[in-house]
């Protein structure tokens, strides 16, 4: 199973010329939007960070479905290229600042290295064991987990702790979870109309989608959301919907 995952995912020199210049130009696009962001206009973490999250996620969305998985692994290849960079360049740095919490301190780079380990280690299991339904994964994570942190963030008064990783404190709110769930569905339910699915059988699997990601977006550790949310969007459309 895995080399199969391995022979369809390794893109070929034709998709790296062809698509590789234009990933390149849009990955630094995005990196320069966020860093503006926060630099001259002081823009939260919380939301600068979920910017680029949400901009990334549906990225790959559109690639898994016009040009399939090879695509999205020389896209995630390329965003993880910028993000390593950013963290050896650290402190002070605009895109570093873009993604490093200062609630996470003193581990600030290792919770942008986590969520960038379980987001490929997310999209890897999901093409391995539902590969047709992996990009509501990626949408259900890049949409509904993109909201849950600015709408906790600015509206949260109902806060519960989760369990985290090397001691940091880390809390939800209900109402950034009960936005995580809205969202989500939502997002899955375009995914699934946009591939031609019945009406009612996208607004039920989506229902089931968005309400199973948020739930396990609720309960999951501090920077392991990424890798939870999308297998159980994935696996639920796949058990509904194979």
């Given at each position: 199973m895995l080399q199969n995952f391995i022979n369809r995912a390794i893109p070929t020199p034709e998709l790296i010329r062809q698509l590789g210049p234009f990933i390149l130009g849009y990955v630094l696009v995005v990196t320069l939007?966020?860093?503006?962001?926060?630099?001259?206009?002081?823009?939260?973490?919380?939301?600068?960070?979920?910017?680029?999250?949400?901009?990334?996620?549906?990225?790959?969305s559109i690639f898994q479905l016009k040009y399939g998985l090879p695509a999205v692994v020389l896209f995630?290849?390329?965003?993880?290229?910028?993000?390593?960079?950013?963290?050896l360049k650290g402190d002070n740095y605009p895109f570093y600042?873009?993604?490093?919490r200062e609630?996470?301190?003193?581990?600030?780079s290792l919770f942008i290295l986590i969520p960038l380990f379980t987001t490929a280690l997310g999209g890897v299991l999901s093409n391995i064991f539902f590969m047709k339904f992996a990009y509501i994964g990626y949408l259900v994570g890049g949409w509904g987990d993109a909201v849950?942190?600015?709408?906790?963030?600015?509206?949260?008064?109902?806060?519960?702790?989760v369990p985290s990783l090397l001691g940091v404190k880390a809390t939800r709110s209900l109402e950034g979870s009960a936005a995580v769930a809205i969202v989500s569905t939502l997002v899955a339910y375009f995914g699934f109309y946009m591939a031609g699915y019945p009406s009612a059988e996208?607004?039920?699997?989506?229902?089931?989608c968005g309400l199973g990601g948020a739930g396990v977006e609720a309960i999951s550790n501090h920077g392991l959301d990424n890798l939870t949310?999308?297998?159980?969007?994935?696996?639920?459309?796949?058990w509904l919907l194979a």
């Open positions: 939007l966020v860093s503006y962001l926060k630099k001259q206009h002081q823009v939260r973490t919380a939301y600068t960070r979920k910017i680029f999250h949400f901009l990334i996620f549906s990225t790959a995630g290849s390329i965003v993880g290229l910028f993000v390593l960079f950013a963290i600042e873009v993604m490093a609630s996470d301190r003193p581990y600030r849950g942190e600015p709408v906790g963030s600015r509206w949260g008064k109902h806060r519960y702790q996208c607004i039920k699997t989506a229902a089931i949310m999308q297998f159980t969007a994935a696996g639920l459309a796949y």
